[in-house]
């Protein structure tokens, strides 16, 4: 709530807000976020196994297999880049899992259809089944108005932008955090409890992950048809 004296106002979902008129608020659709500390030991780990420092860390390339989960590192050589699907990779596995994230992360509370900025924004995860003429590899961003500032603001750059009109319900069959926070899980008890240790990175496993493999090497247009028909 802003501070007592402010120019402030109750909304109709009962919060608060300031009274800005030039200032347009935009919250992200979030499934959770790692500890920062944890990021910074896998780029130590990623650094021994290449011969140069990293310099540059994609963590959602669209360079070979376009719009999905696959990151890009490059190191300062110029010349060796690395790609790879993130349920593959020692990061990459938990982040999806969701066994790494904060604490809060499992208790948002902005988890769910009322949001609080005037827009919202997130990728739209599963439009290939509910609007697959509009499919982009390039990926397709999901934009849900909530307040009439936030209608003005879209009204505004929507011409320069492809759009379609899309439900609710199909952005929500791939976008759980629209109706509820990511699970703890419980392997998140002890997930961090060997965070200081040298070989915290190395003693991550990724399994097997055999249909992850296989989709990895299967042509992309292959793998959005049978995403299609699931």
Same mark, same amino acid.
Request: hydrophobic share 30%; aromatic share 12%.
């Given at each position: 709530?802003?501070?007592?004296?402010?120019?402030?106002?109750?909304?109709?979902?009962?919060?608060?807000?300031?009274?800005?008129?030039?200032?347009?608020?935009?919250?992200?659709?979030?499934?959770?976020?790692? *500890? !920062?500390?944890?990021?910074?030991?896998?780029?130590?780990?990623?650094n021994?196994?290449?011969?140069?420092?990293?310099?540059?860390?994609?963590?959602? *390339?669209?360079?070979?297999?376009?719009?999905?989960?696959?990151?890009?590192?490059?190191?300062?050589?110029?010349?060796?880049?690395?790609?790879?699907?993130?349920?593959?990779?020692?990061?990459?596995?938990?982040?999806?899992?969701?066994?790494?994230?904060?604490?809060?992360?499992?208790?948002?509370?902005?988890?769910?259809?009322?949001?609080?900025?005037?827009l919202?924004?997130?990728?739209?995860?599963?439009?290939?089944?509910?609007? !697959?003429?509009?499919?982009?590899?390039?990926?397709?961003? *999901?934009?849900?108005?909530?307040?009439?500032?936030?209608?003005?603001?879209?009204?505004?750059?929507?011409?320069?932008?492809?759009?379609?009109?899309?439900?609710?319900?199909?952005?929500?069959?791939?976008?759980?955090?629209?109706?509820?926070?990511?699970?703890? !899980?419980?392997e998140?008890?002890?997930?961090?409890?060997?965070?200081?240790?040298?070989?915290?990175?190395d003693?991550?496993?990724?399994?097997?992950?055999?249909?992850?493999?296989?989709?990895?090497?299967?042509p992309?247009?292959?793998?959005?048809?049978?995403?299609?028909i699931?």
């Open positions: 709530m802003p501070r007592k004296g402010e120019n402030i106002r109750k909304r109709k979902d009962g919060r608060w807000e300031a009274r800005y008129e030039n200032l347009y608020t935009i919250d992200l659709i979030c499934h959770g976020v790692p *500890s !920062p500390k944890f990021f910074k030991k896998y780029l130590e780990f990623q021994k196994q290449t011969d140069g420092k990293i310099i540059y860390y994609n963590f959602r *390339s669209k360079d070979k297999r376009g719009w999905g989960t696959q990151y890009l590192l490059k190191t300062k050589t110029k010349t060796k880049t690395k790609t790879k699907t993130l349920s593959l990779d020692r990061y990459g596995k938990h982040f999806m899992k969701g066994d790494c994230y904060r604490e809060s992360c499992y208790q948002c509370e902005y988890a769910n259809i009322h949001r609080v900025g005037d919202t924004i997130g990728d739209f995860w599963g439009i290939g089944k509910s609007h !697959p003429d509009f499919y982009s590899e390039k990926g397709v961003s *999901s934009v849900f108005v909530n307040t009439e500032k936030g209608r003005r603001l879209f009204d505004s750059i929507k011409d320069e932008a492809w759009v379609i009109n899309a439900t609710l319900e199909e952005a929500m069959v791939k976008q759980g955090n629209l109706v509820h926070p990511t699970k703890r !899980p419980l998140r008890d002890t997930f961090y409890r060997d965070i200081n240790c040298g070989d915290f990175i003693n991550l496993n990724v399994g097997l992950q055999l249909k992850d493999r296989v989709k990895s090497i299967m992309r247009n292959l793998v959005r048809i049978l995403k299609q699931k």
